[in-house]
């Protein structure tokens, strides 16, 4: 890790000196607590950073460490029924560990390493295969099967192995030969946030949602693939129909993204 240090702290704001290698956007490490920030501005030799910690204690030349990579999502099967802060720690693995109260520069995995998944393949060995195909199933819920992928970056190659049974995230699932060169395939990918996830075709919007609320499914339907918005003022009703739709409408799976709630709002979500 190239290494830097801190000439100013402002709030959740820094700016560091010495990171002559870093990009926009690249994740550093600030401060011996190893707090997460990102890297916002790069201007006459400075890096402002935006610190997703308390900066409490931060103060001229304490050091900051660059990753080199940018902010990165975990994907794979575990994803399903964690709870995640924003930069995806998983605050139920963390409360196991420290308690209610998570400390500054607390880390643990966003999917969990040890548990095995039953692995069934969808391809044979000599299959033809590009990034995109799917290779092989998870049944992460009892409802949800979690498809694995070639990862975009390997180009038409032929399935060489193809494993089938118990295995981890990081285990070797599949290996593909690629112009005679072996790329190994895993259920964890890393993606970074800020790149929108490529597909293939946008399906036309067909199905309705059945919310369970009649006003809404009467005058203000919502397709399956499709996008609904609910303005409003302050204590209008919002996150209850937030809530609502969450709880009752007819879909297989929900993610509820709590950005700027209230407390209380969360914990209801969780207890419910």
């Known amino acids: 890790m190239e290494a830097g240090k801190i000439v100013k702290?402002?709030?959740?704001?820094?700016?560091?000196?010495?990171?002559?290698?870093?990009?926009?956007?690249?994740?550093?490490?600030?401060?011996?607590?190893?707090?997460?920030?990102?890297?916002?501005?790069?201007?006459?030799?400075l890096a402002s950073i935006q610190v997703y910690e308390e900066t409490a204690g931060l103060g001229p030349e304490d050091p900051v460490y660059s990753t080199g990579e940018p902010l990165c999502v975990e994907l794979g099967p575990g994803l399903i029924s964690s709870i995640y802060d924003g930069v995806q720690r998983p605050l139920d693995i963390l409360r196991n560990l420290m308690g209610d109260f998570v400390v500054r520069g607390a880390d643990a995995p966003a999917i969990d390493r040890e548990k095995k998944w039953v692995f069934e393949?969808?391809?044979?060995?000599?299959?033809?295969?590009?990034?995109?195909?799917?290779?092989?199933?998870?049944?992460?819920?009892?409802?949800?099967?979690h498809r694995i992928m070639v990862p975009l970056g390997i180009k038409r190659g032929r399935i060489k192995e193809i494993f089938s049974g118990q295995?981890?995230?990081?285990?070797?699932?599949?290996?593909?030969?690629?112009?005679?060169?072996?790329?190994?395939?895993?259920?964890?990918?890393?993606?970074?946030?800020?790149r929108p996830r490529p597909y293939k075709e946008k399906l036309p919007l067909e199905?309705?949602?059945?919310?369970?609320?009649?006003?809404?499914?009467?005058?203000?339907?919502i397709t399956k693939g499709g996008t609904a918005c609910v303005p409003g003022p302050f204590g209008s009703g919002k996150t209850v129909i937030q809530h609502q739709l969450a709880k009752w409408a007819d879909s297989e799976m929900v993610v509820f993204v709590g950005c700027g709630e209230r407390g209380n709002e969360m914990t209801d979500v969780l207890i419910e």
């Open 167 to 194: 295995a981890t995230v990081e285990d070797t699932v599949a290996v593909v030969d690629v112009d005679g060169e072996k790329r190994e395939i895993t259920m964890l990918t890393r993606w970074p946030v800020r």
């Open 9 to 45: 702290v402002s709030g959740p704001l820094v700016v560091a000196e010495g990171l002559t290698n870093a990009k926009m956007y690249d994740v550093v490490e600030v401060g011996e607590s190893r707090l997460i920030g990102e890297i916002i501005e790069l201007r006459h030799g």
């Open 207 to 221: 199905a309705p949602v059945v919310t369970g609320q009649r006003v809404i499914d009467t005058f203000f339907p």
């Open 121 to 145: 393949p969808t391809v044979k060995a000599g299959d033809q295969v590009v990034a995109g195909d799917i290779v092989g199933q998870v049944q992460e819920t009892s409802i949800i099967r």
